[in-house]
């Protein structure tokens, strides 16, 4: 490997080394990641959707590359391009619902304890006043992504769930978990996707564990 390359394709092909260096942890997380991504009440095609939406948000190249490969097969490049934008305006999404505690604590109400309730999100209009255009602007945005397009709304919603299950944002999951029910998706739909999540976040982490082998290994030479 060149010393100034820090991915490349090749690299996730260090990745069964893993089950000789820590070999039953390994095997159990491998063992996970199939279950989760196997179809179910949700069919393979929208777990890899989900599974590429995920992976856009973690940031992992492996992940990004695998799963579109595999999605490719079942969806169109225009059915993965809605599911990017789903990712997008949730990432995007939850900077902006956390923007309510950022109110909170600039105006300083020190007697109230609490850092998450549902109804401090109430203050997200505010920003309509404090950064109109950019923020009509993300409201807009948010809309079109959201809505029905080639993916369903009850599609977008599931990705939706599954993506603020890895951004960690409260208010997006009270929030999408809503909508989705209105959607008619069913608790064990909700929690497929939420596995698929889960189970990206771990790959995202243990894919890049490619990269630690090689920044070990040159730390050597």
């Known amino acids: 490997m060149?010393?100034?390359?820090l991915y490349k394709k090749s690299n996730i092909n260090r990745l069964g080394e893993y089950g000789e260096l820590s070999g039953d942890a390994f095997r159990a997380f491998v063992d996970f990641d199939q279950k989760a991504l196997a179809a179910g009440l949700l069919t393979n095609k929208l777990k890899e959707?989900?599974?590429?939406?995920?992976?856009?948000?973690?940031?992992?190249?492996?992940?990004?590359?695998?799963?579109v490969n595999k999605v490719k097969k079942e969806a169109t490049k225009e059915e993965m391009a809605e599911a990017i934008m789903v990712a997008t305006a949730l990432k995007a999404g939850s900077a902006?619902?956390?923007?309510?505690?950022?109110?909170?604590?600039?105006?300083?109400?020190?007697?109230?304890?609490e850092l998450y309730k549902v109804s401090y999100f109430d203050r997200i209009k505010e920003y309509s006043n404090l950064a109109?255009?950019?923020?009509?602007?993300?409201?807009?945005?948010?809309?079109?992504?959201?809505?029905?397009g080639l993916l369903s709304v009850k599609e977008k919603e599931l990705i939706a769930i599954a993506i603020a299950h890895v951004t960690g944002c409260?208010?997006?999951?009270?929030?999408?978990?809503?909508?989705?029910?209105?959607?008619?998706?069913?608790?064990?739909?909700?929690?497929?996707?939420?596995?698929?999540?889960?189970?990206?976040?771990?790959?995202?982490?243990?894919?890049?564990?490619?990269n630690a082998l090689n920044a070990y290994d040159e730390s050597l030479n």
């Open 96 to 113: 902006m619902a956390h923007g309510v505690n950022a109110l909170n604590a600039y105006d300083g109400n020190e007697s109230d304890d």
């Open 132 to 148: 109109g255009d950019a923020f009509k602007a993300f409201v807009s945005f948010d809309i079109q992504a959201m809505k029905a």
């Open 170 to 210: 409260p208010y997006c999951i009270e929030a999408h978990v809503n909508a989705a029910k209105k959607a008619q998706v069913s608790k064990e739909e909700m929690a497929e996707a939420i596995m698929v999540a889960t189970a990206l976040k771990a790959g995202s982490a243990m894919a890049h564990g490619v």
């Open 49 to 67: 959707l989900i599974a590429v939406a995920v992976a856009h948000v973690t940031g992992c190249p492996y992940c990004i590359e695998i799963h």
């Open 2 to 5: 060149s010393n100034d390359s």
